[in-house]
Every structure is written in structure tokens, then in C-alpha cells.
């Protein structure tokens, strides 16, 4: 579900993605194509739920704080380095739970989102998934919304870019550490 996982699991240097479904090219750009649609279809569905709250909300930020990330204070640099630590942290501790026998790693990965959110949430909104935030923010730009306002494009390419290069190095950590 996360491009910064798939580049992590690639950059690691393992052989599958998943059980049987070994590391070429035409895999991961079908991994990315699914994780994209998926995230693209989650935000639609949210809006059909919500979309009487979203016709009564006024504020477009808000509303498109609903589909994307977006900083508390605008810093590219800071930024980056924001989501770069964040998906690093997520990415290298996945990696590293694919070598233990416990059954436990999904709800240990939950709450380590929580907790990346909880530290690292507040200047960027802590996309560190670049499905997260780009799949949501093409669907808030074709949907239909009731005075929605702008999309954010100039930010766009941070929670797109930090993860991807956190995922990348957190498979090269894990790769000298395993």
C-alpha cells in the first residue's frame, strides 16, 4: 500500500516483494499503479460519504486538508528532511520485522504510524506514503467539491519525493544491517 515500502523492500535488495512475486520493474510499476488507484478510489469513497460535510464545510484548506498533507510552516528543506526521517523510521522498522517469527508486525507497525504521527506529524502532516498523499490530492482535483479551492501542486512533490528517498535509504540501512 506504500511506494516508500516498495522502494525500500527494491533498495534492500531482496529477490520478492511478496511471496512469489519476484523484484523486476514491471512489478513495481504495477505495485505503484495499484497502490495509486487504491488511494485514488479511498478518497473518492470518503468523499461520497462525506460529501453533505463537505458541501456545508466554506473552508478550502480544510477540505483539502482532508485529501493531502500539507506543513505547518512552509520549508521545503525542513520539510523533506521531515518526511524523510518519518518514512525512513517506518520503512527500515518494516524491513526489519520481515526477519522475526511474531505474527505481531502489523499492529506493531500501527502503532509506530502512530507513533511517527505523534513526533513527527505536526510540521508536515507526516504523509510517509507517497500513495497517501498524491493518489487523494489527483482525486480532490476531479472531484466535484463545493468550493474547494486550490490542490497545493507547489507542495505536491514533498510527501511524493521525502518518502521515496527515506524508503530508499531506510532499504540500504536495513540491507548493511542484515
Not at 479511498?42 to 460519504?49: D, K, N, R
Not at 523533506?80 to 518514512?87: K, L, Q
Request: aromatic share 10%; with cysteine; proline share 7%.
Amino acid at each position: 500500500m506504500n511506494p516508500a515500502v516498495t522502494v525500500g523492500i527494491v533498495s534492500s535488495g531482496a529477490e520478492e516483494l511478496a511471496p512469489g512475486v519476484a523484484v523486476s520493474f514491471v512489478n513495481v510499476l504495477i505495485y505503484f499503479a495499484a497502490q495509486m488507484v487504491g488511494a485514488f478510489i479511498g478518497a473518492v469513497l470518503c468523499w461520497a460519504a462525506y460529501k453533505d460535510h463537505f458541501n456545508e464545510e466554506a473552508d478550502p484548506a480544510a477540505k483539502l486538508g482532508i485529501f493531502s498533507t500539507g506543513p505547518e510552516i512552509r520549508n521545503y528543506t525542513s520539510n523533506m528532511i521531515t518526511e524523510i526521517i518519518g518514512t525512513f523510521v517506518l520503512v527500515f522498522v518494516i524491513l526489519s520485522f520481515a526477519n522475526t517469527p511474531s505474527g505481531l508486525g502489523p499492529l506493531a507497525v500501527a502503532f509506530l504510524v502512530v507513533g511517527i504521527g505523534a513526533s513527527l506529524g505536526g510540521p508536515t502532516g507526516y504523509a510517509i506514503n507517497p500513495a497517501r498523499d498524491l493518489g487523494p490530492r489527483l482525486a480532490h482535483a476531479v472531484l466535484p467539491i463545493k468550493g474547494k479551492g486550490g490542490n497545493d501542486w507547489a507542495y505536491s512533490w514533498v510527501p511524493v519525493a521525502g518518502p521515496l528517498v527515506g524508503g530508499v535509504l531506510a532499504g540500504l540501512a536495513a540491507a548493511a544491517a542484515f
